[in-house]
């Protein structure tokens, strides 16, 4: 990794400030009506112009310590790109995001900034933070808007000759390629999907991050020699101990992710019309049933009235989807309040935009059918009691309150598991009592020459703390492979 | 690092629509995001595995057996696993048994019915055009050791998996009889080729009497029960054979498998569309079958289950035959 300063703008640091910062309010993001976007899987937010943008980045103090770079888990170095941005210097703005995060375009979209580093933004104690994370979208997008020869490639290293596979294209996965590649190792990623990306393809749908956005970030991933290789199930076609010896892969990342639905298991549950939110935003976002039948051979059940059952991002993204997919009223029914809704404060306010309304309180004991087809479900009335172990106020059942709500599709979105198909790839590898992998801080697990990261270690988590992991494995198995 | 082969470049396509209606400050210019990459060794990837078709053939009116290079998948491949497959970029995944496979030779087989669009497209495809994706093996291969006696029932184009477990169970030691069905004897499919399995008795059953014996295949099912003549059975074909299968061998207490034809979508666990209910439990047929105890099944439900997209189906039935000018 170079050290920190090899690439400082001039003005940054402890020279003059370059600026006199604006005290102008944050500039809203442009984005599409919410009428409009009921009937489109276009992108809502629409990024800002470059004179937003400036405008943007001129509120930044450009703090001497700046305390939002350690708000972020991959530690971009925020106050330079921001300068960069002041300067007009966009190339070197885009340089300097791209030599900590892979993904700065899809980073600035669906990174949950108003936690990390706008959370810790010096701004933020007096009015709102600068909006980081839409100026690295900002960046992101020049970037990939470049003509493919201008755009950053990072640099590679000379080859080591050794051979590192990476097991899953997601965000653990690529950010763990990208930093391998970089260090100058082979790179081979197993992808089990016929595309590139995790759940950036078949999970977060396209209204919140344009497919051709991932592709186009993952073909830069290629474009540093990494070979991705799609419809190739390990556990089924290789296991882990067979890319160390018959393939022979000095290093293997494991970044499957958490992908096994968790249904509710409740009566009913298996009626025609209940889907889990993994098998709804697949069909939609990576076999494109929305264009059922003209462009897409997948079809989905289009719903008139949708229950959605939790209140996690993937809850609004499975909820914002079926009102594009025609539904007359989609509800989201979560057992506790609105306080305690994991979903983003931006994906909340989206869905309501759009019509979703919100059931709150409530919990789905079963799903009422006709002829195999849901009719409806069943929900009680529940209550907030003391907080539990996730400091959360633990929702207790109101006796008696059950009542009918008509619905003829249900989407469960209640977290996700570990995928079985692990036990098959690797019966060795350590897990936890929930099936996750266990692993140090470097993403070592018990198998020497193994590592892992993101949600197969975590459970679900976010975009960015797996592209931590991910890069954090990619050095120590660099590390691994140097001693070895 | 080994480079693609002479002259094969991959055309890196950012699809520059989509960008230009996403970026506003827009930078691009249309056609400049297309590039040929020129320097294999940096920036080239090899060329994204194809999966040539080696080898089709007509069985009946309807059903059709086709090969394909996959060289991986044939070393890995057991009896009763199941493939995804994907004939262009716009089409379903659809889960279809392994007939057949060769790991010296890099191929594996499959058997379809012709039952709506993504199997007409199949079926007119020929050899040496390319599948858009193959993903295999999924799913838990068959149990076949020491079964002692078994009866392998195959209904309709169930044949296609009652064949290589069929050959599998022999293969492992048991005495097999395989009892294979069907509306008439134009329907039957792969009953040479089980004949000719060394050690395998094969009892041939016509709704039409056409072929075989006249009946279901219940009938000699229920004799071999009676007569304790079978240790295991083991049924695929249609749901509702399965479940007739499962009644007939309930009662004498024949312990019996089913390899189970769920809707799928990824076929890897991820989305449980696949999810039937064994013993009051709910399994993904995907990763944990597609075999289970056929007396623990809930067969309505998953005869219910099957039925989701019938309405979605014709219209896509509609929609591929006004454009594909066929009139199959």
Known sequence: MPPVNEHETPGSSSEKPRHKPSRAPRVAMPQRDASSRRHTFDEVALGYSDDQALAEAMRCLQCKN???????????????????????????????LKERNTLPAVCGRVCPQEE????????????????????????????????????CVPEVATPTGFRCAVVGSGPAGLACAGELAKLGHEVTVFESLHAPGGVLTYGIPGFRLPKSIVEAEVGLIEEMGVRIECDQVIGRIATIEDLMTAEGYGAVFIGSGAGLPVFLGIPGENMNGVYSANEFLTRVNLMGAHEFPTKSDTPVWRGRKVAVVGAGNVAMDAARTAVRLGADEVFLVYR????????????????????????????????????????????????????????????????GSEFEIDCDTVIIAAGTGANPLLNDAAPDLERNRWGYVVADEDGATNIPGVFAGGDIVTGAATVILAMGAGKTAAHAMDRWLGGS | MVGPPEGAFRVTVYQADALVSIVPPLRVRMGILFRYS??????????????????????????????????????????????????????????????????????????????????????????????????????MPTHVDGLGRVAVVGGGVGAAVAYPVARAMA????????????????LLILQDEIAALPGVRLRIMTDDGSAGDKGLVTTPLKELCEQEAIDHAFAVGPAIM?????????????????????????????????????????????????????????????????????????EADAEFFRSCGCHL
């Open chain 1, 66 to 96: 700046a305390t939002c770079e350690a708000g972020c888990p991959v530690n971009i170095r925020i106050k330079d790109f921001i300068g960069a941005i002041i300067d007009g210097d966009l190339r070197a703005g885009a340089e300097i």
């Open chain 1, 116 to 151: 990390q580093c706008e959370a810790v933004c010096v701004l933020a104690k007096k009015g709102t933070p600068v909006a980081i994370g839409r100026l690295e979208r900002y960046l992101g997008d020049y970037d990939l808007a470049c003509e493919i020869e201008h755009r």
């Open chain 1, 336 to 399: 506790r309040t609105e306080d305690e809704m994991p979903a983003r404060l931006e994906e909340v306010h989206h869905a309501k935009e759009e019509g979703v309304e919100f059931k709150l309180l409530c919990s789905p004991v079963e799903v009422l059918g006709h002829d195999g087809f849901v009719t409806g479900i069943v929900v009680t009335r529940m209550e907030l009691g003391e907080p539990d172990a996730s400091g959360r106020r633990a929702p207790m059942c109101v006796l």
């Open chain 2, 38 to 139: 020129a320097s294999p060794e940096l920036l080239c990837r090899e060329v994204a595995p194809l999966f040539r078709i080696v080898h089709t053939r007509a069985l009946s009116d309807a059903v059709f057996e086709m090969g394909v290079e996959a060289p991986r998948i044939a070393r890995k491949v057991k009896a009763g696993q199941f493939l995804m497959v994907r004939t262009t970029t716009h089409g379903e995944r659809i889960p279809l048994t392994f007939s057949d496979w060769s790991a010296e030779e890099g191929w594996v087989r499959f058997i379809f019915m012709r039952v709506g669009k993504t199997t007409h497209e199949l079926s007119h495809m020929a050899v040496g055009e390319s599948l858009a994706d193959v993903v295999g093996p999924l799913g």
């Open chain 2, 171 to 186: 293969a492992a030691g048991n005495d097999v009889t395989v009892i294979l069905g069907a509306r008439t004897a134009d």
């Open chain 2, 242 to 314: 399965m479940k007739f299968c499962c009644a007939t061998t309930a009662e004498p207490g024949v312990p019996t498998t089913v390899s189970l034809n769920p809707i799928m979508v990824d076929g890897t666990g991820m989305c449980g569309a696949c999810r039937v209910t064994v013993g009051g439990k709910t399994r993904f047929g995907c990763v944990e079958g597609p075999d289970f105890d056929g007396h623990a099944v809930d067969w309505e439900e998953l005869m219910s289950r099957q039925r989701i997209y019938v309405d979605e189906e014709r």
